[in-house]
């Protein structure tokens, strides 16, 4: 997903990607732990999502304090 996409989502469903982000991130460390991991891209990948995820969801705090 590209910032753009993010920005779009309402503010229930960027609660809901970034869950699915956090589960998503563990079920790859649980693989790599047991070493079924195939795409070790994986996780890094994910880190970068939840971090845009967040980025919007603070984004969107700040600008409503300031109006």
Do not use: W
């Amino acid at each position: 997903m590209k910032v753009g996409e993010i920005r779009d989502l309402s503010d229930e469903e960027l609660k809901k990607q970034l869950e699915s982000a956090y589960e998503t991130l563990f079920n790859c460390r649980l693989h790599l732990a047991t070493r079924q991991l195939t795409n070790h891209r994986e996780i890094p990948m994910v880190k970068r999502r939840i971090a845009r995820i967040k980025t919007v969801i603070r984004e969107r705090e700040i600008g409503m304090r300031r109006v």
